[in-house]
């Protein structure tokens, strides 16, 4: 079992930057797939970032080039650098962790509880 405990969000303007953070328990933290995820009022959840056990990375388009997904295996955790905010990043954001396969994509087991983001005009 792996508990995951997000911390960093509130309440900024636009522009601004905020960094994320996903502490996770348990001693194969380094072997999972990492994963950031959101989810506005009224939309569904979308996948925002991930990091593979390789350290490789992936980010849905509205985010490539304003947001980075970093981890350290030796504090069990996550971070997400999220630069030049906009209103439309506004959601809840939930971190994700799960095995990650040698063929196929992460499987995303584990939650958080997820922090609110909320970028004003």
């Known amino acids: 079992q792996v508990q995951l405990v997000e911390s960093g969000g509130g309440l900024v303007q636009a522009g601004a930057s905020l960094r994320l953070s996903c502490a996770a328990s348990g001693r194969t933290f380094s072997t999972y797939a990492m994963g950031w995820f959101r989810q506005a009022p009224g939309k569904e959840r979308e996948f925002v970032a991930g990091i593979r056990r390789t350290d490789s990375t992936s980010y849905t388009d509205s985010v490539k080039g304003r947001f980075t997904i970093s981890r350290d295996n030796a504090k069990n955790t996550v971070y997400l650098q999220m630069n030049s905010l906009k209103p439309e990043d506004t959601a809840v954001y939930r971190c994700?962790?799960?095995?990650?396969?040698?063929?196929?994509?992460?499987?995303?087991?584990?939650w958080g509880q997820g922090t609110q983001v909320t970028v004003s005009s």
């Open positions: 994700a962790a799960g095995p990650d396969p040698v063929v196929g994509g992460p499987l995303y087991t584990y």
